[in-house]
């Protein structure tokens, strides 16, 4: 059965703090890797990833994808309190759908 | 942001009675999808749409049924609402199947 796991669940961190959040997946015929950001509302889009080695970055965020270990990272330097969300990963494989993660639940405090 | 409406926003229903989510779209997206989301589960497909009249099930399809009679509305509805269907519901359309969806405001049901 297709899953995808993101770790940690949650995470404290302090403004500054640099994170990483994870995304590891079991996937038939994989297709693509997405990245959302969800504060107390609908998700909003980050990153698309299909290729393996290949950054994607946009301003202090950036992912990069490895389709040999299975596995994507998130990682935000210098966080600030607006960063704190949820971080929702997506895979999408063998059917028109995508498979989400629980999600991280990333804090900031100032 | 692709102009998707979701109504209603909340919603209290009893057990045993029937429900329709509606979701509306603007963007001519050919994908839409629902959602439900609850503690720990994140985002959890119910069903799909990849056309007018065409729908296939997602996760967690059980108890629930969609249409799609026009490319810019798809409705879910629940036959008889139950208090394990009490839980936010997102629709998302996208103009490519595996790429970026779009994401409605959510409806917040409760069912007693």
């Known amino acids: 059965e297709d899953k995808v796991v993101q770790s940690p669940l949650s995470l404290v961190v302090h403004e500054g703090d640099t994170v990483t959040l994870n995304c590891s997946y079991e996937v038939t015929n994989f297709r693509s890797l997405l990245w959302y950001k969800q504060e107390k509302k609908a998700p909003t889009f980050l990153f698309m990833l299909?290729?393996?080695?290949i950054e994607k970055k946009s301003g202090r965020l950036s992912s990069i994808l490895d389709k040999k270990e299975l596995f994507s990272i998130l990682n935000i330097t210098a966080t600030q309190t607006g960063d704190s969300a949820v971080y929702l990963c997506?895979?999408?494989?063998?059917?028109?759908?995508?498979?989400f993660g629980a999600g991280t639940r990333l804090t900031v405090k100032p | 942001d692709a102009g998707i409406t979701q109504s209603p926003r909340h919603k209290v229903t009893e057990t045993g009675t029937p429900v329709t989510l509606r979701c509306h779209q603007t963007e001519n997206h050919r994908y839409m999808y629902w959602y439900r989301q609850d503690p720990g589960h994140g985002l959890r497909l119910i069903h799909y749409?990849?056309?007018?009249?065409?729908?296939d099930k997602g996760e967690v399809s059980d108890g629930y049924s969609v249409s799609r009679s026009k490319t810019e509305d798809f409705l879910l509805t629940l036959e008889s609402a139950t208090s394990s269907q009490t839980s936010v519901y997102f629709c998302?359309?996208?103009?490519?199947?595996?790429?970026?969806?779009?994401f409605g405001p959510g409806t917040r049901l409760t069912v007693l």
């Open positions: 749409s990849y056309g007018v009249k065409d729908t």
């Open positions: 299909t290729s393996s080695g």
């Open positions: 998302a359309t996208g103009e490519w199947t595996y790429n970026e969806q779009f």
């Open positions: 997506a895979v999408g494989g063998n059917n028109n759908d995508m498979r």
